[in-house]
T-cell receptor
């Protein structure tokens, strides 16, 4: 069964460092997303990406965050200068982008980011 | 603003019981509702998607219903098994967009 793959599974970084999280969405999917889940809290939407541009973003997705689809298969999330509060599990997801309501989100296993 | 709540927060049942998980949302401007399963430290697995025009969806022992007008969905699990132990999340889109708002989840433990 097709799956969304994410790397790394766990990254530890120092505060202020740049981090890039990588995702390979399902190949025929058109919408890509990043969500995050701080330990013990809800899953929160960060950004959605369609047709090579951001389609929606949340208040969390400030200037420290950026997304890119550099080569037609990878989808990356960059955090420019990490803060302690960026420590979380980051989930990539993709969907076919059907115009009807039948738009199933398929999630990757997540990348755990620990900022020290 | 879309807000999603789930009750109960946690549930512990003996194997074989039928159970119901509840999800409520404040804004009925949705085109679907999705139920997910999350195992500890893992990603989210889609279980069922109900489109706004549907009232229920079934997959194996799982049945999800949607009452859009009252802002409620239920996930019914029949003949529960220890392997069903996980956190169950519901999610709805915000303002007909691609931004899905998640509930806090119901943590289910099925005891052998």
């Amino acid at each position: 069964e097709p799956e969304v793959t994410q790397t790394p599974s766990h990254q530890v970084t120092q505060m202020g460092q740049e981090v890039i999280l990588r995702c390979v969405p399902i190949s025929n999917h058109l919408y890509f997303y990043w969500y995050r889940q701080i330990l013990g809290q809800k899953v929160e939407f960060l950004v959605s990406f369609y047709n090579n541009e951001i389609s929606e973003k949340s208040e969390i997705f400030d200037d420290q965050f950026s997304v890119e689809r550099p080569d037609g298969s990878n989808f990356t999330l960059k955090i420019r200068s990490t803060k302690l509060e960026d420590s979380a599990m980051y989930f990539c997801a993709s969907s076919e982008g059907r115009s009807s309501g039948a738009n199933v989100l398929t999630f990757g296993a997540g990348s755990r980011l620990t900022v020290l | 603003k879309q807000e999603v709540t789930q009750i109960p927060a946690a549930l512990s049942v003996p194997e074989g019981e039928n159970l119901v998980l509840n999800c409520s949302f404040t804004d009925s401007a949705i085109y679907n509702l999705q139920w997910f399963r999350q195992d500890p430290g893992k990603g989210l697995t889609s279980l069922l998607l109900i489109q706004s025009s549907q009232r229920e969806q079934t997959s194996g022992r799982l049945n999800a219903s949607l009452d859009k007008s009252s802002g409620r969905s239920t996930l019914y699990i029949a003949a529960s098994q220890p392997g069903d132990s996980a956190t169950y999340l519901c999610a709805v889109p915000y303002n007909y967009g691609q931004n899905f708002v998640f509930g806090p989840g119901t943590r289910l433990s099925v005891l052998p």
